[in-house]
């Protein structure tokens, strides 16, 4: 895409399009990712809740893959996840491992 | 056509906050500013303006309210004061980067340590880089005027951006002089209907604003906002010369005195313009060819026709009533920066006087003009930087 110069740019930064922020892939910020382990998890869906970024996905009611797009990889889901018998659901890798 | 009335500045200023009627005033009181707002305060209560106030709990959340309240798409205004201009050095920035065309009347006051509530200029000489336009003005009367012009210049397509309005803390805020008021109507016409650009109101046109913006495209937005000040000094001369058919009082982007023909000359800011221009007429009564020049538009600064201005003069004193430690005075580096494409030009030296109120009395200018006559004589400068009216 190419970058807007300084002539084209409006003035004081007002975006006039809605729901641009979709455009704004901010899953490259994250540090830790957040790995789902589906037998460990009870469907609480205390992760979607949680998530300040809509980054758990939910299909049918259901707990679905996170979408890396856009979760920052704040831990909170994983701070959150109760898990199975101890077993926690989310788990947080660090990236590039 | 108007009245001639005994005033004070903030009084002044407080009527044509009135005439121009403005969506929306958030203001927190502080010395010497308050007493503009609590008339203006007064006239709202009675019915005479359809403002709406809105008190908040400090200066930050004042400028704060006026900024979202412009991008809701109203005609802001507020006033404030030394520490309070201060307090709101974050929110200024705000302002101006988003473009909000929000008028604020300053009213110079020192800023602590030592606490100290009088006429002072380092409270806007701390906000001169804050994006904001600063008309500064001599007398009651240039303040009223001021007021009425800011918001036409502020709103202009061209320029968009937030203005202030300097005026000096007592000296002009609570001292009574002859100041002629124009009729209502003629204000409510010549200041019209605002139309904002982006208004957060229009909702059939969501928009988001103040968005985080990366190095890609920061440098772009800053760019575009000095585009916006180039234009200025245009908005300036074209509402000027408006008002000039509405008033009959005349202003540019700096006022000249006896300045033509002049050797020796003084550039001096507000109040004590006045006083200096009486020791520029006794020193040309004694035969000096003294001049003076008082800058009215400080941003953005009108670099080459200052230099024009002054270039032919012998020595010129800066005089500054703000102080950089360690440094010059905020209004001699400009002064200097007008002057210095210029092969021939003046010697020129600074003088700090009159912080946190202290008197600035016509022995002051002599001293200063006579200094200036013997550098104009020999070339020699004893020191670039002094005080004035300071004891040993």
New interface residues.
């Given amino acids: 895409m190419k970058?807007?110069?300084?002539?084209e740019?409006?003035?004081?930064?007002?975006?006039?399009?809605?729901g641009?922020?979709l455009k704004f892939k901010t899953g490259s910020w994250r540090a830790f990712k957040p790995v789902w382990i589906e037998e460990n998890c009870i469907q609480c869906l205390f992760c979607w809740l949680y998530c300040p970024d809509m980054a758990v996905k939910v299909k049918d009611g259901k707990r679905a893959e996170f979408d890396y797009d856009y979760c920052k990889g704040c831990g909170i889901c994983a701070l959150e996840c109760p898990g199975k018998k101890g077993n926690k659901a989310i788990i947080m890798e660090e990236e590039g491992r | 056509m108007g009245k001639v009335v005994a005033i004070t500045g903030n009084e002044a200023v407080a009527n044509a906050l009135r005439q121009i009627n403005p969506d929306v005033c958030a203001a927190y009181p502080i010395t010497p500013q308050t007493d503009m707002m609590q008339r203006f305060s007064s006239f709202v209560n009675d019915g005479k303006v359809k403002t709406e106030i809105i008190l908040v709990e400090s200066e930050h959340s004042a400028m704060s309210c006026c900024i979202g309240a412009a991008a809701a798409g109203g005609r802001v205004v507020t006033a404030t004061s030394g520490p309070g201009l201060a307090l709101m050095w974050e929110m200024l920035f705000v302002a101006s980067g988003m473009r909000l065309p929000i008028f604020m009347p300053v009213v110079n006051r020192a800023l602590s340590a030592p606490l100290n509530i009088h006429g002072d200029h380092s409270d806007a000489m701390g906000a001169r880089d804050s994006g904001w336009i600063q008309l500064w003005t001599e007398n009651a009367q240039e303040a009223y005027d001021n007021a009425v012009m800011a918001l036409l210049i502020a709103e202009h397509s061209d320029v968009r951006l937030p203005i202030m309005v300097c005026m000096d803390g007592f000296i002009i805020s609570h001292s009574i002089e002859r100041v002629e008021l124009l009729d209502d109507a003629d204000v409510k016409k010549f200041v019209g209907d605002y139309k904002s650009l982006n208004p957060l109101l229009d909702i059939n046109h969501p928009k988001s604003i103040g968005p985080l913006i990366l190095p890609d495209y920061y440098m772009e937005f800053k760019r575009s906002q000095h585009e916006a000040m180039s234009k200025v000094k245009d908005v300036v001369l074209n509402v000027s010369d408006d008002f000039a058919k509405l008033s009959g009082r005349k202003y540019g982007l700096f006022e000249t005195y006896r300045l033509e023909d002049a050797e020796v000359g003084l550039v001096v800011l507000n109040s004590a313009a006045g006083t200096s221009k009486d020791v520029v007429d006794s020193f040309r009564d004694k035969g000096i060819k003294a001049g003076l020049l008082k800058p009215r538009l400080f941003r953005p600064f009108p670099y080459e026709e200052v230099g024009e201005a002054l270039k032919h003069l012998k020595a010129v004193a800066v005089l500054d009533r703000a102080d950089s430690f360690g440094a010059f005075g905020p209004l001699y580096t400009e002064i200097a920066s007008s002057i210095y494409p210029y092969k021939e030009k003046p010697i020129l030296i600074n003088k700090i006087y009159g912080l946190g109120g202290r008197d600035y009395m016509p022995s002051h200018g002599e001293l200063v003009l006579n200094e200036l006559a013997e550098i104009a004589k020999t070339g020699k400068v004893k020191t670039f930087k002094e005080y004035i009216g300071v004891r040993e």
């Fill in positions: 970058l807007k110069g300084w002539k740019v409006t003035p004081g930064a007002v975006i006039t399009e809605a641009s922020a």
